[in-house]
């Protein structure tokens, strides 16, 4: 950890783990916050507001986590999920910051605005967040995260038909997972 990331103290152990797989946020400012409720998402990443224009090192990011979330008719605590899949979840959100990092202001302005404008522009956004946590080494994180989803008895088919629609599919994270290791 260090002086520039904000964790809640309840989730510090499973955070540092995500963390630990992306030294480059090493100096990144990060802040871990719980919200009450998050519309379609369960976490959620993106710059501070007043950071949104800076330069790259000195943007500060604030990854927001639902404290509740609903599957069927059940709501869950965010803080009682396992913890494979909360590192999991806090991995692709962190996939987010390191693409964020990757842009310029302008770019990530333009970023932001196909992000609300666009539904094809989701898919590749989300896409490219797992494919940042696969090429970190947490393929097994967020593999557990997917399968916890999608084989789920109690998570509505809705829900599951949005994972498979914006996110990559356990298959596709095999794929990379041999590209990254040079396996054809």
């Given at each position: 950890m260090s002086a520039q990331h904000i964790i809640p103290e309840s989730i510090k152990g499973n955070v540092n783990t995500a963390l630990s797989y992306y030294p480059q946020l090493k100096d990144i400012n990060l802040e871990f916050r719980f919200k009450k409720n998050i519309k379609k998402s369960t976490m959620q990443a993106r710059p501070t507001f007043?950071?949104?224009l800076k330069s790259r090192k000195n943007r500060a990011y604030v990854i927001l986590i639902s404290e509740k979330f609903q599957i069927a008719d059940?709501?869950?605590?965010t803080r009682?999920?396992?913890d494979?899949?909360?590192i999991g979840w806090i991995g692709h959100e962190?996939?987010?910051?390191?693409?964020?990092?990757n842009r310029s202001k302008l770019n990530l302005v333009w970023f932001g605005l196909k992000y609300l404008l666009s539904q094809s522009h989701i898919v590749?956004?989300?896409?490219a967040a797992d494919a940042f946590a696969v090429n970190h080494g947490m393929e097994d994180y967020i593999l557990k995260t997917k399968n916890f989803i999608l084989n789920h008895a109690d998570i509505t088919q809705a829900?599951?038909?949005r994972i498979k629609k914006y996110y990559l599919s356990p298959e596709e994270i095999m794929h990379l997972v041999e590209e990254r290791d040079g396996i054809e």
């Open positions: 007043g950071s949104f059940k709501e869950f605590s009682h999920i396992p494979a899949i909360f962190l996939g987010h910051v390191m693409d964020y990092q590749e956004a989300e896409r829900y599951k038909d």
